[in-house]
T-cell receptor
Framework: AQSVTQLGSHVSVSEGALVLLRCNYSSSVPPYLFWYVQYPNQGLQLLLKYTSAATLVKGINGFEAEFKKSETSFHLTKPSAHMSDAAEYFCAVSDTGGGNKLTFGTGTQLKVEL | GAVVSQHPSRVICKSGTSVKIECRSLDFQATTMFWYRQFPKQSLMLMATSNEGSKATYEQGVEKDKFLINHASLTLSTLTVTSAHPEDSSFYIC?????????????FGPGTRLTVL
């Protein structure tokens, strides 16, 4: 069985500050890991994914995440927050790839303040 | 990127009626579509996986007679909530993939908000 834990249902940062959204996973096999973003009244959009290649993954909109097996973590970061980054972020895990069953975390609402 | 649409975006119905939600892949052929359910402030929970031309595979605890899924073509899957009750009120999200289970991405629809009175 696989699972994802996202610490912090709400995160607030100032514009220009570092964004750090935490995700820890549990998987019995080498995982595929994903971060999705959901804007109000829109579908989920893939930010980035880890598929056992490089442990530091770069995604869209300046986001990146680092896979740390020893810590079973896949935290999402962005050096400088922008107002447009305000959204809900979901971490997800799959044991067979992005085109198959995904298990999602509970989501983190990111608020960006002036 | 690939676009997935859902219709309707919102629906309000009376208890006991059936509601059909459509999920369409607009610019690609979706060999597999997934249906998720999202409660407020909770995670997306996979309800079922549907492959074109075959019966859907339901997750444990999901009533297949209540949530009827049809994937009749490579661009359309439908979810019918039969005899809906207030506890079925939720946000339903579909996703679609074009195959290649290892690396392919799921493309998500914008969701359908179902309210059962």
């Amino acid at each position: 069985a696989q699972s994802v834990t996202q610490l912090g249902s709400h995160v607030s940062v100032s514009e220009g500050a570092l964004v750090l959204l935490r995700c820890n996973y549990s998987s019995s096999v080498p995982p595929y890991l994903f971060w999705y973003v959901q804007y109000p009244n829109q579908g989920l959009q893939l930010l980035l994914k880890y598929t056992s290649a490089a442990t530091l993954v770069k995604g869209i909109n300046g986001f990146e995440a680092e896979f740390k097996k020893s810590e079973t973590s896949f935290h999402l970061t962005k050096p400088s927050a922008h107002m447009s980054d305000a959204a809900e972020y979901f971490c997800a895990v799959s044991d067979t790839g992005g085109g198959n069953k995904l298990t999602f975390g509970t989501g983190t609402q990111l608020k960006v303040e002036l | 990127g690939a676009v997935v649409s859902q219709h309707p975006s919102r629906v309000i119905c009376k208890s006991g009626t059936s509601v059909k939600i459509e999920c369409r892949s607009l610019d690609f052929q979706a060999t597999t579509m997934f249906w998720y359910r999202q409660f407020p402030k909770q995670s997306l929970m996979l309800m079922a996986t549907s492959n074109e031309g075959s019966k859907a595979t339901y997750e444990q605890g999901v009533e297949k007679d209540k949530f009827l899924i049809n994937h009749a073509s490579l661009t359309l899957s439908t979810l019918t909530v039969t005899s809906a009750h207030p506890e079925d009120s939720s946000f339903y999200i579909c996703s679609a993939t074009s195959g290649g289970l290892r690396y392919n991405e799921q493309f998500f629809g914008p969701g359908t908000r179902l309210t059962v009175l």
